[in-house]
């Protein structure tokens, strides 16, 4: 985790919030001064300005040595001590900028997808149980149903022992095409999702190709990063890099099966069951 973690969470911005910059770099030996505005530039001490022979870093300095100002007084009266962020100019061309924002963009896509699936399987393993369940007591009773001593004296002594059997078996059977269903419709789900997964992987291998990304890309990667030092620019290699931009993902709804509702019947368990 970066040094400005803790910062970001500080000073994220709510919606509708006005973003202010000054409009040029730091000035030269006082700290924190930037220009607020364009125009030419007035000094706040002109005696000061004219000893100095307009010479601006002749005039900060003297500006900044002086008890009657020093680093809290404004220098110019278009100063301000709002900060400057650094310009973000990466050197690439638009093409590269643009390929490189996708190939961020793809990887984001890819993991969101991936968390889709393990959630997906979640759910799958957890009716996989009931349904191995179901079908061992429907097995269980359907021997007993058929066990013909125990059918004839139960006919004879007990036939609500018989109907109720005769029933059980009939909601088992109900149970395991229920479980059975709801199972292939979410393997039906996890296929769609591995397909979208598997054609982004088959996007960005190609975006990556035309920029030269191939198999010594992750070692330079983890070089730039033993230099990056406690910067924390680059986190795990190539998977950090290109994870970077994956703040926002909405699987595509054209792309998925369409929603099915949950059934108002409830069998043994019946938040798995949905109508058809």
């Keep these: 985790m970066g040094g400005h973690t803790y910062l970001m969470e500080d000073y994220r911005p709510a919606i509708g919030d ?11 030996n006082v700290e924190n001064w930037n220009r607020l505005s ?47 962020p650094v310009q ?12 490189l924002n996708t190939l961020a963009l793809k990887r984001g896509e890819a993991v969101k997808i991936t968390d ?24 269980t009773k359907r021997s007993l ?33 229920g479980y059975g269903t709801q199972l292939a419709n979410l393997r039906t789900d996890g296929r769609i999702l591995n397909q979208e997964l598997d054609a982004l992987l088959t ?6 190709n035309t920029l030269n990304i191939n198999d010594n890309f992750e070692k330079e990667m983890r ?3 033993g230099a990056a030092g406690s910067r924390g620019l680059i986190t795990g290699g190539i998977t950090g890099f290109m994870g970077a931009a994956a703040l926002v993902f909405l699987i595509a709804q054209a792309r998925r099966s369409p929603q099915r509702t949950r059934s108002t019947t409830r069998g043994a368990d019946g938040l798995f069951f949905r109508a058809p």
Aim: proline content about 4%.
């Design 18 to 28: 006005t973003l202010t910059y000054p409009i040029s770099s730091t000035m030269p």
């Design 38 to 84: 364009e125009g030419e530039i007035e000094p706040t001490d002109k005696i000061l300005w004219a000893n100095s022979g307009g010479d601006y870093k002749a005039y900060m300095k003297a500006f900044v040595e002086d008890p009657r100002y020093g680093k809290f007084k404004k220098p110019f009266k278009q100063a301000t001590m709002m900060v400057s």
């Design 88 to 99: 973000w100019n990466t050197g690439y061309n638009a093409a590269a900028e643009a390929a």
């Design 116 to 139: 889709a699936i393990g959630i997906l399987n979640n759910t799958i393993k957890r009716l996989e149980g009931l349904l191995y369940d179901a079908q061992t007591t429907l097995a």
């Design 145 to 177: 149903r058929k066990n013909r001593a125990y059918a004839d004296l139960a006919d004879r002594e007990a036939p609500e022992e018989l109907a109720t059997l005769d029933s059980d078996i009939l909601a088992l059977e109900g149970l395991e095409l």
């Design 203 to 208: 996007d960005y291998k190609t975006i990556a």
């Design 223 to 225: 070089k730039v990063q």
